[in-house]
Nanobody
Framework: VQLQASGGGLVQPGGSLRLSCAAS????????IGWFRQAPGKEREFVAA????????EYEDSVKGRFTVSRGRSRNTVYLQMSSLKAEDTAVYYC???????????????WGQGTQVTVSS
């Protein structure tokens, strides 16, 4: 099983990025997907999550109204649309898969390599 987050990059404050999470070895449409991030010197933190059906979506408070998690039309890709980016959003972003949607990283079974998001002028 491999998950891969992509779409990171350098963006100015106030800008937008869309991250993608793809997988091989599992079907993402049968798993809840969580997005987490880790900034230098800080612990990994929850960002957003979507249930396998898409009916349940959760966000960390600081990203509510700015980030949107969604499933692609093929349902084998999950996106994290990030808008109104701030310097404090700078981190490595990871996607993870689990059968049950949640905010605690310890419960997620599969993790991908992260993608760097840098918000700077």
């Amino acid at each position: 099983v491999q998950l891969q987050a992509s779409g990171g990059g350098l963006v100015q404050p106030g800008g937008s990025l869309r991250l993608s999470c793809a997988a091989s070895g599992i079907r993402l449409d049968t798993y809840a997907i969580g997005w987490f991030r880790q900034a230098p010197g800080k612990e990994r933190e929850f960002v957003a999550a979507i249930s396998w059906s898409g009916d349940t979506i959760e966000y960390e408070d600081s990203v509510k109204g700015r980030f949107t998690v969604s499933r692609g039309r093929s349902r084998n890709t999950v996106y994290l649309q990030m808008s109104s980016l701030k310097a404090e959003d700078t981190a490595v972003y990871y996607c993870a898969a689990d059968k049950v949607v949640g905010t605690d990283a310890i419960f997620y079974d599969y993790w991908g390599q992260g993608t760097q998001v840098t918000v700077s002028s």
